[in-house]
Structures are given as structure tokens and as C-alpha cells.
């Protein structure tokens, strides 16, 4: 593992050391549960909150300013994961069966609530007005992605396929990096390039996600449904971008070679991003999370 690997490893400790910290302190009877701190912690990679780290250091923060709302990302984001298992009746989360499987679906539901109301409380306890909103405007996106990606049961349109993944993946990275912006006091206008630069790596993330499970196996992506994306959808200049995109290029119309092609343009344009927003003391620090992060597609 390379140095800077090593780096990220450790801020993975800080951010499960610090998780495991406040749910004991905010919910004794959540610990009480056997297994739970088991489950949450083999549920994610901790990408969104070690992003939100890595994003408040290149800009000058210090870690101790930064945690708490790092936590609160991740176990927003744990939430979410109990939810979608429920909903997808999924059987195992990482090759361990899933909350609902091990405890009963009102156990698992009653452990997501609990798990979002304490990451929610730990984001807003910041007083900056930017964080609140930012806070609210992560919620509302990932209950509508939610919602429009349960519309589609066995084919998705590429529009809605974006859409959903913005919405869903893209809001908690999003939210990761204009956080970090918003506590550096960055100007409105920063902080919302911050967000666009999140929300285009959690785009990706999906992208890969979906590439490396071969999720399409099984559900249909009608790359030949090409709608127009609509002005109120998140950096929806650059889902058009995608969008727009000459499949035909791609040599087929296999969804994952499709996938790949849009990932690669995606990419491109968070190195452009990445560039702007980042000083070139600070730049090969981020650069270096995102190339691991691809690492499987890159």
C-alpha cells in the first residue's frame, strides 16, 4: 500500500473511531442490539466521509473541524443502505446478511431512523446557514432519487439512469465536499462548485458501481431514450453533456461499454474541476483520492 494509501486507511480509523464514539454516547439502546456495531461497520468503503476530510484539508481545515460532519455524512449514508435493502429485498450487504434479514424488517427500519436522525443532528449542529441548507437540500435529493428509481422495474431510461444516480450517489458526495467549502468560508459561489465537484464523483462512483456489479445484467438500460434533461436537476449541464454523447462510438450497445464511455467523460470533467477549485500545493492530495477511488475502472 502506498504512502498516501496509508494516509487514507488512517483517516478511515479516525472516521470509525469517532462514529463509534457518538452512537454510543447517543443511543444506548442502540448499542444494546447484538451485532449492530458490527454491521455498520463493514457497510461502507467510508468514501463520502474520508472525501470530506480530504476536501477540508486541501483548503486549509484541520481535521478536529471536520469529523463530526464526516460522521454525519457516513451514517446518513449507512441509513440509506438498510433502506435500500429493504426495498430491494436484498438477502446479504457484503457478503453479510442484511440489518432486516439478521433482526426483522421494524428493527432494521427503527436502526436506519435512528442512525439518520444522529448523523442529521451531528450535520446541523454546525451553525453555518450553508451547512443547514445543504443539509436539507441532500434529504429532499435522495428521497426523490429513491422515489424515481423504484418507478423502473425491469428498464431504465439513460436520462432517468442519470437523473437517479445524481440525486442518490451524487448528493451525499456532494454534500461531502460543499460542507468542507462552507467551513473554509468559501464565497456561495465556490461552495456550489465545491458541490457540482462532489456530485460529478458520486455520479462516477455509481458509474463504476454499476460497471463493476454488471448491474444491468438484470435490468435493462434504454440507452436509446434520450430525453432532455431539465434545468432543475442537479449540474444538469453536465448530465446533458453525457447525455448528448455519441453512443455509437462506444462500438455497441452493450450497456457496460456505454457506462464506460460516459464514466471516462465524467472523469475528465472532475479533473478539469479539480483543477479550478483546488491550489496546486493542495492539488496532487485530491488527485491522488479520486485515482484510488477508480482505481478499478481507471
Known amino acids: 500500500m502506498s504512502r498516501q494509501h496509508i494516509k487514507f486507511a488512517d483517516k478511515v480509523e479516525l472516521i470509525n473511531n469517532r462514529m463509534h464514539e457518538i452512537l454510543s454516547e447517543e443511543s444506548i439502546r442502540l448499542n444494546q442490539v447484538d451485532l449492530v456495531d458490527d454491521q455498520i461497520s463493514t457497510m461502507g468503503k467510508r468514501y463520502r466521509p474520508t472525501l470530506l476530510l480530504v476536501t477540508g484539508e486541501s483548503i486549509g481545515l484541520d481535521l478536529t473541524e471536520l469529523i463530526n460532519a464526516a460522521v454525519g455524512i457516513e451514517l446518513v449514508h449507512d441509513s440509506s443502505l438498510i433502506f435500500d435493502d429493504i426495498i430491494d429485498e436484498e438477502y446479504t450487504r457484503r457478503e453479510k446478511l442484511s440489518l432486516h434479514r439478521s433482526y426483522g424488517t421494524g428493527l432494521a427500519i427503527g436502526i436506519g431512523l435512528t442512525l439518520s436522525a444522529i448523523g442529521i443532528k451531528l450535520l446541523l449542529s454546525y451553525e453555518k446557514k450553508e451547512i443547514k441548507e445543504l443539509v436539507s437540500q441532500m434529504l429532499v435529493d435522495l428521497s426523490e ?8 422495474d425491469t428498464e431504465m431510461g439513460m436520462d432517468d439512469y442519470l437523473i437517479v444516480s445524481t440525486l442518490k450517489s451524487g448528493s451525499l458526495f456532494g454534500t461531502a465536499t460543499s460542507i468542507a467549502a462552507a467551513l473554509a468560508n468559501k464565497s456561495p ?4 462548485r465545491f458541490l457540482d465537484l462532489g456530485r460529478l464523483i458520486g455520479l462516477c462512483y455509481q458509474l463504476m458501481d454499476d460497471i463493476v456489479d454488471k448491474r444491468f445484467d438484470k435490468k435493462r438500460l434504454n440507452y436509446q431514450s434520450k430525453l432532455k434533461i431539465s ?5 444538469h449541464s453536465e448530465l446533458s453533456y453525457l447525455l448528448e454523447s455519441n453512443y455509437s462510438n462506444s462500438g455497441s450497445s452493450d450497456s457496460s461499454l456505454i457506462l464506460r464511455h460516459m464514466l471516462r467523460r465524467a472523469l475528465k470533467r472532475i479533473s478539469e474541476l479539480e ?23 481507471i
Open 145 to 152: 432519487g429513491s422515489t424515481l428509481e423504484n418507478k423502473h
Open 189 to 192: 459561489y465556490e461552495i456550489n
Open 275 to 297: 483543477n479550478e477549485l483546488i491550489s496546486e500545493k493542495h492539488l496532487h492530495t485530491f488527485q491522488s483520492f479520486t485515482e484510488y477511488v477508480f482505481k478499478k475502472v
Open 231 to 235: 434545468n432543475n436537476i442537479p449540474i
